[in-house]
C-alpha cells in the first residue's frame, strides 16, 4: 500500500486528481492536505470523502513544523503538489500571499521530502506548474520544454519560483522530483473569478463581461480531466528530473470563446440569440496581460502517450451544463464575501 500527499486536492484541478486516484487506485491510500482558502471547498470531492483510501487533512503548507509532522506521522510515498495562490489579477492586488503558498510553502514540502526520505528510491516529488512561466508569445511561437523562463506577473513570478527551488532540490539534495508545465484548464468544480466560471455565472445573472483590453489575448484551453490523466500518466511513467508540458493543441483568442460560451448560454437558457453578447464590456486592460500563451505537448504525446481526449466545443457545453445544473454550488461559492470582492474589482476597472 503507498500513501500520496495531494496538496491543493479542494481546489479546481486539484479535486479532479483526488477523484482519479482515489477511484483509480484502491490500493493506495491518498492523503489530501488543503488550507481551504476561497479557493478551496470539500463540496468538491463528496462523491470520495466517505472512500477507505481517501483521507483529508486541514493544513497549511506555509507552516513548516505543521508539514514535518505530517510527513513524519504518514510516511508519504509520493507527493503531488498542487496547492497554491492561482488567480493573477489577485496576484496583481496581493503578491505576497502568492510568496508564501507558492514559494515558500513549496520549499517547506521539499525541505519534508528531504528530511524523511533517507532512501528516495521509488519515492517521487511531483511538482504541477503551469506554462505562463514562459513569458508571452507574439503571433507565432510555441513554448516547449526548452523555452527560457519569463515570467511576467506575481502569480507567474511566484511558479518559476518554485520551480527553480524543485529543479535545485534534486541538483543539491538528489531528490527524485518530476514537474509538469500546463496549460489553461476549464471545466467543473473551477471558482468563478477565472474567465470561464465567471463569465458563464455573470451571464446567467445578467451582469457585464469584463473584457480584458481587446479581447484578442490568447490561450490554449484544456479540459481539466485530460491534464488529470496526464497527471496520472506523469507520477507513474514519467522519467525523474524531467520537464513535461501539458496543454490541449487548442488556441482560443478571448473573445471569440467569449463569443462560443455566449452562443451556447443563450441556447440554454431560451433566450434570443445574442441577447448574453450585449452584457460584453470592454475594460481597462489587466497590467502586465501576457498576449499569447501556446503549448507544444509532443514530449508527453510521444514519450508516455498521452493526449486530449476532448473537442473543446463539447468541453465548453459541457462545462456550461455543470454550472447550470449545479446552481447550489455556485450559489454556495458566490455567496458571502465573493459579491464585494467582485463589484469591488469591477468598479476599480
Ligand atoms: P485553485 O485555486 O482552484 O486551488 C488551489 C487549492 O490550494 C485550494 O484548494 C486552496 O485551498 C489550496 N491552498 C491554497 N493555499 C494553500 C496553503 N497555503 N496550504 C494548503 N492549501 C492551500 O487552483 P487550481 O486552478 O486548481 O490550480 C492547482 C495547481 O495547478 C496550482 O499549482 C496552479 O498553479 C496549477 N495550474 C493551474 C492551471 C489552471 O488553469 N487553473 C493551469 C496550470 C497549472
Ligand atoms: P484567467 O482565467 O484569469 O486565466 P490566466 O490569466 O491565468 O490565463 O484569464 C484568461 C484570459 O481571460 C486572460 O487573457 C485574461 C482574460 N480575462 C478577461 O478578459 N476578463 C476577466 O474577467 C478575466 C477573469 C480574464
Redesign the pocket.
Known sequence: MKTILI????????SHVVRLFVNKYPDYKIVN?????Y???LANLKDVEKKPNYEFIK????DSEFILKCFEEKKFDGVI???????VDRSISNPIEFV???VI?TVNLLNAARYLWKDPVDKRFYH????EVYGSLGEEGIFTEDTRYDPHSPYSAS?ASSDHFVRAYQDTYNLPIVIS?????YGSY??PE?LIPLFIHNIKNRKPLPVYGKGENVRDWLWVDD?AAAIDVIFHRGKSGETYNIGGFNEWKNIDLIRLICRVMDSRLGRPAGESEKLITYVKDRAGHDLRYAIDASKIKNELGWKPSLQFEEGIEKTIDWYLENEEWLNNVTSGDYKKYYEEQYIKR
Open positions: 496538496t491543493g486536492g479542494a481546489g479546481f484541478i486539484g492536505l488543503d488550507k481551504l482558502t479557493a478551496g471547498n493544513g497549511d503548507i506555509v503538489h498542487l496547492a497554491a495562490e492561482s488567480h508564501n503558498t507558492n510553502g504541477i506548474s503551469t506554462d511558479k508545465n500546463c496549460s489553461n484548464n473551477q471558482f477565472k491534464h
